[in-house]
């Protein structure tokens, strides 16, 4: 098992650009998560999803959009990037069972530079 | 005041010793409690799950104090590869989902 995917890697964007972030995972897993990370703020919340076809917001949801037409993937968009939006970003997924919290799973983060 | 509050450290440790973290949550309502370890420029990874009589795993000892809303983290006979950030995590429901928050994490070295 491959466990959580993402791509790219490493990204630079200019202002106004627009990009889609991929995450993967193999392991069934129902709940995806997208994090961002910056420095002295910990793990932020963007959005996340209960399942195939459905999408919630997090904490920080503005300037990003999500889908997760499939199970196994969960896509974050950033429609028109702003320099704010320089960040590490981390998918995560778990499958919760009896209503109590489960391991998640992260993904190798995705560092967006946009200048 | 932060939901999850950490003590950003570093430690600076030498190897061997004993070192404890604490993390303090402000929701009462929070019914899960985690730590996860993350190396540097790398994802987190959970290292053990927090229970309310205490648990162990090996040289970690995870304790939870609902009265006192904290939790913490003793690494006993310290290694050089513990060294990482260590991140209290917390979970409560949130309109019927689950909602983890992190806290900023404690950055822990050990000195050979």
């Known amino acids: 098992n491959a466990g959580v995917t993402q791509t790219p890697k490493f990204r630079v964007l200019k202002t106004g650009q627009s990009m889609t972030l991929l995450c993967a995972q193999d392991m069934n897993h129902e709940y995806m998560y997208w994090y961002r990370q910056d420095p002295g703020m910990g793990l932020r919340l963007i959005h996340y999803s209960v399942g195939e076809g459905t999408t919630a917001k997090g904490e920080v949801p503005d300037g990003y959009n999500v889908s997760r037409l499939k199970k196994q993937n969960f896509l974050l968009g950033l429609e028109s990037a702003a320099p704010s939006q320089t960040s590490v970003y981390f998918c995560a997924s778990s499958y919760p069972t009896s209503g109590v919290a489960e391991t998640q799973y992260f993904g190798p983060g995705t560092r967006l530079l946009v200048l | 005041r932060k939901e999850v509050e950490q003590d950003p450290g570093p430690f600076n440790v030498p190897e061997g010793a004993t070192v404890a973290f604490n993390c303090t949550y402000s929701n009462s309502a929070s019914q899960s409690f985690f730590w996860y370890r993350q190396d540097c420029r790398k994802e987190p990874k959970l290292l053990m799950s927090?229970?309310?009589s205490g648990n162990e795993d090996g040289r970690f000892t995870a304790q939870l104090n609902r009265a006192s809303q904290y939790i913490s983290l003793l690494i006993r006979d310290s290694k050089l590869s513990d060294s990482a950030t260590y991140l209290c995590v917390v979970n409560r429901f949130h309109f019927g989902n689950e909602k983890l928050t992190f806290g900023t994490g404690t950055r822990l070295t050990i000195i050979p």
């Open positions: 927090v229970y309310s």
